[in-house]
């Protein structure tokens, strides 16, 4: 267990001008363990990285001890960790990222780290269609073993989340400190996904959100996971970001593919076209990540979201009704049009193809989810 002189002298070198997440981690990485940074005489801190005006500043500038006691009050609150890169249970996978934070200040259930995980992305104003995927297959993934890493931002990464807690383990990786539930209408999926899964974020407890912060959040995410499924995302999306970090980090980087129409998902074609693989369900993910001993059941009924029941298919109520359907929103005379039925008696059959999950209600009328 790390101690508190172990945080501090670790805390001191973070906070020496022109010493960043690079220059730490050159200096952590080429230690035998990084506990045994207080072994370290001045000279040996200069063979290093640091030149020798820094090196005494770190052994002798008391004022480099601010905020060290917020690190300490941290670690001492129940359900909360701090961790240490090269320490476990720092994860190894973000540890080995030469641009790795060095502290990482956790909630909830660290054993969330010991299984194996993919992170699930995409905008924050998603159609129903990539709600409904990320949510249906966050809930596959998670029972099949699965911890779904997202950033607990609205649209794609809640409904993420809101799946993969219905069923297993979640990771939200916060850019802000996580004490703070952002945006707050997520206050209740937090607390839903602390019961067996866990909070993380580099920045210090009470740091509030801003912009800056959540690019930088975002290669924590793709570092964690052993790749990232991009759901939905615009040609500017934030989530090509994460993305990118993946492929520079050397994830598995896939794509849900959308109507070719569709602004939401441009920025996925994008990274089809650039070589992501494409992936349509939880299956193809497994595939992919090369975890061939689990297999995705049928998909859990998954909470304020259809329930997707296999034996109810759309020929008990009107055959042929779901090939007048388009995956992209269609509007309800167009349906009734093809399908040569009355709105009156053609609404309830849409209702129950929705309930069923075979459909979703766009603002367009109504689009096929299979």
């Known amino acids: 267990m790390l101690t508190d002189e172990q945080i501090g002298a670790w805390w001191r ?49 008391s004022s480099l001890n601010k905020g060290v006691e917020t690190l300490l009050h941290w670690r001492q609150q129940a359900g909360c960790d701090l961790l240490l890169a090269g320490v476990p249970p720092y994860p190894d996978s973000l540890a080995t990222l030469p641009d790795a934070p060095l502290f990482l200040f956790a909630r909830g259930h660290l054993s969330a780290l010991d299984q194996p995980r993919v992170a699930m992305v995409g905008s924050r104003n998603p159609s129903r269609y990539g709600s409904d995927w990320a949510q249906h297959n966050g809930a596959v993934l998670a029972n099949c073993g699965l911890t779904v890493v997202s950033g607990l931002a609205l649209g794609i990464d809640g409904a993420s989340h809101q799946g993969a807690v219905s069923q297993g383990r979640s990771i939200a990786v916060l850019g802000c400190g996580a004490d703070i539930i952002y945006p707050r209408r997520h206050q209740t999926l937090a607390m839903q996904l602390l019961e067996h899964g866990l909070i993380l974020s580099e920045f210090l407890p009470g740091t509030a959100p801003r912009a800056p912060q959540f690019p930088s959040r975002n290669r924590i995410i793709s570092g964690l996971s052993m790749g990232v499924v991009v759901v939905e995302a615009a040609l500017r999306s934030g989530s090509l970001i994460t993305a990118q970090q993946a492929a520079e980090q050397g994830r598995e980087v896939m794509a849900v593919p959308g109507a070719v129409n569709n602004p939401l998902s441009q920025g996925c074609h994008q990274l089809i076209r650039d070589g992501a693989t494409l992936v349509q369900h939880a299956d193809d993910v497994l595939q992919q990540l090369g975890i061939f001993g689990l297999t995705a059941p049928d998909a859990p009924s998954v909470p304020n979201s259809p329930a997707v029941n296999s034996a109810a298919t759309p020929e008990q109520w009107q055959p042929g009704l779901l090939s007048c359907i388009d995956f992209a929103p269609t509007a309800v005379d167009v349906i009734a049009i093809r399908s040569q039925l009355d709105v009156a008696q053609l609404l309830p059959q849409l209702l129950e193809l929705e309930l069923s999950g075979w459909l979703a209600q766009s603002a367009g009328g109504f689009m096929r989810l299979r």
């Not at 020496?16 to 997440?21: D, K, M, S, T």
């Not at 230690?31 to 770190?58: F, G, I, K, M």
């Open 13 to 61: 070198l973070s906070r020496l001008p022109r010493v960043g997440n690079l220059t730490l981690n050159a200096i952590r990485q080429s230690l035998p363990h990084s506990t045994d940074l207080l072994q370290l005489t001045s000279d040996e801190l200069q063979q290093l990285e640091l030149n020798a005006e820094l090196a005494h500043r770190w052994q002798h500038d």
